[in-house]
């Protein structure tokens, strides 16, 4: 092959792959749209290890697809790596959480910090009081604890209007914990987060709160005491 003809091999074959995997997510959307109209496709991925499809359904299961969209299976991925599994939709979970910046967060720091947590958590929810009246026990054994916001009535409604008032503060710390003691908290309005982290709980999963994500990517649904939630990132 000459080195013009190498040189066209190259700058064509992305191309074509490019459009290979635009008519396979076409086809993947229109498939999905007939035989699950209840459900909005939240973001359509390649995995390129398996071949298939990763589908998030918004307010529903993550999908596998083959590039036709004729056959999908619902639930966890798994990688058979040696002797041990792993959980690649979890990992996908942890990377799309842990890529929130730090600076969109409301953070709890653990003065020697071992390992963090992070939390979708709402102002108005019983469980979500309990475990941050837990914050100082964790922050003293070295769990950070990140909070990222999931208004489990929706944006628009008055837990949102809250965590936006919240995050909008001069000092969101100390307003998440007064908010959470059952203080009111003057209306701030400003660009935010609040909506955003909404939809990423409900891509990733959320179904409720507070609901915890682990370094390893596990998701746990609901309140853990500090000695469970410890043993759980392994402290």
Not at 215 to 220: A, D, S
């Amino acid at each position: 092959m000459s080195i013009l003809s190498r040189f066209l091999f190259l700058c064509v074959l992305p191309v074509f792959f490019s459009n290979v995997i635009w008519a396979d997510e076409a086809q993947i959307l229109s498939s999905l749209k007939k035989v699950l109209p209840q459900y909005d496709v939240g973001s359509v991925n390649f995995h390129q290890a398996s071949g298939l499809y990763v589908v998030e359904m918004s307010d529903g299961p993550t999908l596998h697809v083959t590039s036709d969209g004729r056959y999908f299976v619902a639930g966890d991925l798994y990688k058979i790596n040696g002797e041990r599994l792993e959980n690649e939709t979890e990992k996908a979970k942890l990377a799309k959480v842990e890529a929130l910046p730090e600076s969109q967060m409301i953070i709890y720091k653990a003065k020697d910090e071992k390992a963090h947590i992070t939390v979708f958590t709402d102002v108005d929810c019983g469980y979500c009081r309990m475990l941050h009246n837990d914050v100082p026990a964790l922050n003293e054994i070295g769990i950070t604890v990140r909070y990222v916001a999931f208004p489990r009535a929706g944006v628009g409604s008055g837990a949102y209007n809250k965590m936006v008032s919240i995050w909008c503060s001069d000092d969101p710390k100390s307003w998440l914990t007064k908010v959470k003691l059952g203080e009111e908290i003057p209306e701030n309005k400003c660009a935010n987060p609040i909506a955003d982290q909404f939809n990423l709980g409900r891509m990733v999963g959320v179904r409720g709160t507070p609901s915890i994500v682990l370094p390893n990517g596990t998701l746990l649904p609901g309140y853990l005491p500090v000695d469970k939630l410890a043993k759980e990132v392994g402290l």
